[in-house]
């Protein structure tokens, strides 16, 4: 299985329980599992990453470090049909300007896993609100409606068997 990971699954981890200085083997092992090809970041997301950063940013400058982003990086194009398709499909066909923005880069993410889907799952921090419309609608529940499988960071954490002894 190949693990696609949303942006906000690395930034929470850092943010939250995960600290680059405080568990620096989380970090090691993310990117063992890239560089195993268990887990990417598609293209587009990493730019979203990237248009995100701040001055003093830990987590930007370990994924920038070339090895990491190299290891990371999904290195495919995506396939502009499925994207249309996950948009249309997924949230609403006549979205707007604004909407469009809304919804951000989650799309491609989407149809990256829907390249393979047996193969493949979306990795993301939002929870499902299966009333929420349109742009508001979430990332798990797109991805239920449209044959996607994805799963919060813990669950793949117990699937590719984190633990901060891993190398052992």
């Not at 693990?3 to 929470?12: F, Q, R």
């Not at 990491?68 to 194009?77: G, H, K, P, T, V």
């Not at 249309?88 to 707007?96: E, I, M, Q, V």
């Amino acid at each position: 299985m190949l693990y696609l990971l949303d942006a906000n699954v690395l930034i929470t981890a850092n943010s939250t329980y995960y600290p680059l200085d405080q568990v620096p083997e989380f970090w090691s092992w993310v990117h063992h599992q890239a560089e195993s090809n268990r887990l990417k970041i598609p293209r587009e997301i990493m730019e979203e990453i990237k248009a995100g950063r701040k001055d003093d940013d830990p987590l930007l400058d370990w994924i920038c470090i070339p090895e990491i982003e190299s290891a990371l990086l999904l290195d495919e194009l995506v396939d502009v049909a499925l994207v249309q398709h996950v948009v249309s499909t997924g949230y609403a066909a006549d979205l707007s300007d604004d909407e469009v923005e809304k919804i951000g880069r989650d799309p491609f993410l989407i149809a990256y896993a829907l390249a393979d889907p047996a193969k493949r799952t979306v990795v993301r921090t939002e929870v499902s609100r299966p009333s929420a419309q349109r742009a508001n609608r979430k990332v798990p529940d797109v991805c239920q409606n449209l044959g996607a499988i994805s799963c919060g960071p813990f669950a793949l954490n117990r699937a590719l068997g984190f633990r901060t002894g891993w190398r052992t």
